[in-house]
C-alpha cells in the first residue's frame, strides 16, 4: 500500500514526473486542456499515468482530492474563457 500523502507533489512523484514547485508550476501552464476534455483522456499521459488517474477517481481513493485539484488546474484557462475573464 502506498503511504505517500496526498499532496500535488507526491501525485507528481507518483505520476513519474519532476515534483519541484517550479516543475509543477510548468507542468501546469504547459499542458492547460480545452473544456471538453477529461483529465485522464488528455494526450500527454502515457498509459500507465492514465491507469493510475482513473483508478484513483474511480475509487474515490485518498488521491482523488489532488487528482481534482490538478484537473481544475489544468482546465483553469478554459474556465477563464468560458466566463470572460
Known amino acids: 500500500m502506498d503511504r505517500a500523502s496526498p499532496r500535488m507533489s507526491n501525485l507528481f512523484l507518483q505520476l513519474g514526473l519532476d515534483a519541484s514547485d517550479a516543475a509543477i508550476a510548468g507542468f501546469i501552464r504547459a499542458h492547460q486542456l480545452p473544456a471538453g476534455v477529461d483529465l485522464a483522456d488528455a494526450p500527454f499521459w502515457n498509459d500507465a499515468q492514465r ?3 482513473c483508478e ?3 475509487a474515490d481513493a485518498v488521491w ?3 487528482v ?3 484537473n481544475e488546474s489544468l482546465h483553469e484557462d478554459a474556465v477563464k474563457a468560458r466566463s470572460g475573464l
Open 51 to 53: 491507469q493510475f488517474l
Open 56 to 58: 484513483q477517481i474511480k
Open 64 to 66: 482523488t482530492t489532488v
Open 68 to 70: 481534482d485539484q490538478l
